[in-house]
């Protein structure tokens, strides 16, 4: 991919790949829709699955980190990242200190 698309210069490896192990393994709302909740889905484990799923995300990210470093960025000079979840929070009162102080932690 990186040889066959060389003007490129920011790459990316997954987005959001949260909503692929929590939102696909765990709530079984997004594809492939497994969970352990028998009446969303008859297949699933939703305490191992969405585990599995971030380990081989994370390892799969990492050597396509290290391949596109060692092999391409020397002579493309771009970059790759992986893109995570980015949600927003308001406070449910603005006028309340802890309230506000409670979503700058969140965000």
Known sequence: ??????????????????????????????????TSDRNKSPVGDSTTEPWIVGHNIIIAHAKAVKIYRDQFKPEDKGE?????????????????????KACDRKI
């Open 1 to 34: 991919m990186f040889q066959a698309l060389p003007k490129v210069k920011h790459w990316i490896t997954f987005n959001e790949p949260w909503c692929s192990g929590i939102i696909g393994y765990h709530f079984g709302v997004f594809a492939p829709g497994h």
């Open 80 to 100: 790759i990242a992986i893109t995570l979840n980015g949600d927003w929070a308001d406070p449910w009162d603005a006028d309340d200190p802890e309230d506000v």
